[in-house]
DNA sequence: GCTATTGATCTAAACGATTAGGCTAAACGG
DNA sequence: CCGTTTAGCCTAATCGTTTAGATCAATAGC
């Protein structure tokens, strides 16, 4: 593979000059910089990105450290970022955490190595002192979904307040009052914002909180399954049930499926985080979106914003919508 | 940041001794390895990779090339990737095309650069050239998904031919007669194999191919609703439709729905490639399941088996398989 | 006409790791 | 007891870039 001395070689230039042209940091003459060039072209060079970075100290990597890219809300953001990325220069190392926090340590670990010029991060909610000296030695994170609880960071999150406020008002207004919520994680900051959107909601309208009513599902299909095929087995149990991730809804879905309930009518369900279709499903599902596209592209925005240092950090909440499809029932006196 | 010399001075050794502790390449006497291992411990010392690179000419890195990571399929097929990788000391680096040869072509200059140790890739189909000379100057390449027509190199791939190939059969067997098949992207493998099954299913029952009944939706939702809007709006509709990918499925749910026929009442459909939520649609669709997680992992596992010489090129098959659920009606006659 | 500036180029020192080769002292084989 | 090996450590070259500083000629300013 050819370097930057065959290069110069071959135009009769210095090594210098042949980095001046590629980056054109310093004045050339024209019949030189074409010169060198043409010797590029014809020795087919690449300059090593390894070489350069240890010498710049700069990547043009950002890492984005996610709990799973198979998860449509995250493949999307990724995507949003990646687009982003890619129209300035910058590529994205991608790391599944599966919402372990050994592997995001494991992976915290690698990045720093790796030397990324900044990071793009969902935090499991459990290494906040590890990520706390990260930003203390200079490490560029912008939090992406979620936020850490004890330290205010840039990030970009959805209105998951606002959204959960507005999924269970549609709920009430329809006319249920023994409300069931399958809630994530209980380290990760979503979990607490959509829980309190929840509350919000029923203290509106003056409903009492039936703590049996709160369930976990592990932010995952299976764990929401179980803790939906219990609650829902239950002497009294809630006539809708409002899941709080495109995953957990499914979940819900399947349980309500396997106990040979109908949806919505007898149970009624309104999942967080739209996915693309949510509509052709059976009923069309009423969901919360969530604009995962943008998260990507403005979490990178502000990244870069931040490494050039001419954007203060902040944080950004992406507005949602209720997408009011088929999965929700209006019962009688509601 | 600490570098080397740093932990060096501070556990009084050379620099030389501290790199044989963290690669373990040469013997050291155990109390001086704790004093290095403490060294670093304190300095919270990262080795830098950028500079390890350039000297050893590995990264560590393995290049993602495919169109789109918000594609299940893909994103699937990356975290398999991803998993395998990880478990070996490799990051991914990933790429989306847009099914876009520019970009492609950007993109491999792109790794190129970074010095990648290798490459899994899912070709568009018209850099043919290109790929050849990446693979001539040694670049590693595993192709997923798709081949170049014209290159017989290392991929894995879903077995195309007989997944189309039982998908038409299991529509004939039902009494279907006029059968569309929406088609994919030209210039891509997938496209080619599995049109081949279909005609060979056509073939072994006897039955005529009707040009007609062939078309094209681009891979993309927005293309197969298009094109299957204008198929089934003719005097003579097909019966039944085979979409070839899991988008172009649920653009020709789109179209269904969008003319007021009922599926399968009015029209069958199978798609290829199932995806977790096709059990949960209006109908439950019957597709043909691919193995994207295990394409992902074998594909990085035939990639470092490249690496370390110890595994021949070789293509690898994965098998398909016909899930039967309720997107297919039996007809009278069939 | 002299000094200051600028353009165009070069030389050589970094950046932070790995590793060949050298040295010393201890262990070993016969 | 002597030659050979080996453990344990060090020095210094090297990987392929960027860039500060030097050089020299041409141009500009007065």
Sequence with gaps: MATIRDVAA???????????VING?????????????????ELDYHPDAS????????????GVVVSDIANP??????????DCARQ?????????TGEDLENERIYLSLLSRRRVDGLLLAPTGKNDELIGRLIDRGMNIVFIDRTPPHLQAPAVLSQNEAGAYQATCHLIERGHRRIG????LPDVSTTAERLRGYRRALAHYGLELDEDLLVYGRSQVAGAREACLALLSRPNPPTAIFATNNLMTIGAMQAIRKLSLRCPGEVSVVGFDDFEWAEAFDPPLTTVAQDPYGIGQQAVGLLLGLLSGDRKPEQVR?????????SVARLEGG
């Design 10 to 20: 071959r135009a009769g230039v210095s090594v210098a000059t042949v980095s001046y």
């Design 25 to 41: 940091t310093k004045p050339v003459a024209p019949e030189t910089a074409a010169r060198v060039r043409r010797a590029m072209e």
């Design 51 to 62: 070489a350069q970075s240890l010498r710049t100290r700069t990547t043009h990597v950002i």
């Design 73 to 82: 809300f995250f493949a999307t953001l990724v995507r949003g970022a990646e």
């Design 88 to 96: 300035h220069g910058y590529s994205l190392l991608i790391c599944n």
């Design 181 to 184: 919520i399958v809630l994530g």
């Design 318 to 326: 992406l507005p949602v919508e209720l997408r009011v499809r088929g």
